[in-house]
């Protein structure tokens, strides 16, 4: 009997032999896929998936031997590692002790093109050097915990957040597997950056996407992350969260919507979504802060 296919790495690792050891599973629009899992030792081979996979060893000191697209390799695992699979190739690896993991996953549907812009062209699949085992990369790492913890505050981020990291980390993969990048062309031009930045505020309740900001700036969707970083100091994503918490923090100030009610009128899910975020940025809940702002004698009033 022939093994079953699977159209996705997520799906393999949902319905595959090892869904049993996932711990947490993140899927922002099917633009990139993150997944955590405490596994045994043993045979983690997974199939062919038509997907680009990095995996990071959560706590390292395992050997790790296998293929995972580039050769066969033998090494030792560090905590915060790497190990990159190649698309479309059923890797094989064995891991001695019981370890925990958190894999990223890129559908080549949504990224090939982005490769290609990101290196002229000339990015490959067939560069055996970026399969070969474990590395270290202080900017993935970064990129990935920062990536991890939107998920945790957000639940599965927005097709901009998303999008936006997955171009950091892409880069970093591009630049360490030899393939030149193009380099960034200066900042936006004055009228981008402020139509781009119009265009945050006008639909900060919507899930706006890279694509959209790109085309307003007429710029493809990687050249454009790259220069809005520079204009404005920050990634986009990074950009829009700001501007929701300031949002949410005038709205608690100026008018009597409920926190749920101003929770969707700057682009989050739900009241809990909006309270962690806020309270990472202003260390404090909405409610709080709405009461630390208001003025005392027209609390009085309304009680």
């Not at 031997?65 to 190649?86: I, P, R, T």
Request: aromatic share 8%.
């Amino acid at each position: 009997m022939s093994a079953p296919a699977y159209s996705s790495f997520t799906q393999w690792y949902s319905e595959g032999h090892l869904a049993s050891y996932v711990r947490s599973m993140k899927s922002p629009g099917g633009i990139l896929n993150l997944i955590e899992a405490s596994q045994p030792a043993g045979d983690m081979s997974d199939p062919a998936v038509p997907d680009l996979i990095l995996y990071q060893d959560l706590v390292g000191g395992s050997r790790v031997s296998g293929n995972l697209g580039g050769g066969l390799f033998n090494v030792m695992s560090e905590k915060g590692g790497f190990f990159l699979a190649a698309p479309h190739f059923a890797n094989e690896v064995i891991v001695d002790t019981s370890h925990r993991l958190r894999s990223l996953s890129f559908p080549m549907a949504q990224w090939q093109a982005v490769l290609d812009e990101a290196s002229d062209g000339s990015f490959s699949f067939d560069r055996p050097g970026i399969y070969g085992g474990m590395f270290l990369s202080p900017a993935i790492r970064s990129a990935l915990r920062n990536l991890w913890a939107l998920c945790e505050d957000e639940g599965a981020p927005s097709r901009l957040l998303a999008r936006a990291a997955g171009f950091e980390i892409l880069a970093e993969l591009c630049r360490l597997s030899g393939a030149p990048l193009t380099p960034p062309k200066g900042g936006l031009a004055p009228w981008a950056k402020r139509r781009s930045l119009e265009l945050m505020r006008e639909r900060i309740s919507e899930d706006i996407s890279l694509e959209e900001l790109a085309a307003e700036a007429r710029l493809s969707p990687f050249h454009f992350a790259r220069m809005f970083k520079q204009s404005v100091g920050v990634p986009p994503r990074v950009h829009l969260t700001r501007l929701r918490v300031e949002r949410a923090s005038e709205l608690l100030e100026m008018t009597e919507m409920s926190v749920t009610e101003i929770a969707l009128e700057v682009g989050y899910s739900s009241n809990q979504v909006l309270a962690r975020v806020f309270s990472k940025h202003q260390h404090m809940s909405p409610s709080d802060y709405r009461r630390a702002v208001r003025d005392p004698s027209r609390d009085m009033v309304q009680r």
